[in-house]
């Protein structure tokens, strides 16, 4: 079973700046696509960003410019450097990793942006 551990949110004022991680601890990491899917309160769950294999990156309109999403294969680890926050970027994160038709998801991290 894939396991996916988010970490890194929180809460943080408009225009402040957080780095989501989202760590695998085993089986292949880097031949699979990793995203991060957020949620927020009476919304669906919606694509934030993207990255495939070979580092090909999609990012959702509301986001471009703003969020940066990479991987460190050695670390088995995938990020989301989010800057200049929007107090409606405020929602549950999720990862996630796409095996063909599988989907696996970590548990989720909070991230609140309020003044």
């Known amino acids: 079973q894939v396991q996916l551990v988010e970490s890194g949110g929180g809460l943080v004022q408009p225009g402040g700046s957080l780095r989501l991680s989202c760590a695998q601890s085993?089986?292949?990491?880097?031949?699979?696509?990793m995203g991060w899917y957020r949620q927020a309160p009476g919304k669906q769950r919606e694509l934030v960003a993207e990255i495939t294999s070979d580092d090909s990156t999609n990012y959702a309109d509301s986001v471009k410019d703003r969020f940066t999403i990479s991987r460190d294969n050695q670390k088995k680890t995938a990020y989301l450097q989010m800057n200049n926050l929007k107090p409606e970027d405020t929602a549950v994160y999720y990862c996630?990793?796409?095996?063909?038709?599988?989907?696996?998801w970590g548990q989720g991290t909070q991230v609140t942006v309020s003044s």
């Open positions: 996630n990793q796409k095996r063909g038709t599988n989907v696996y």
């Open positions: 085993r089986y292949a990491f880097s031949i699979y696509t």
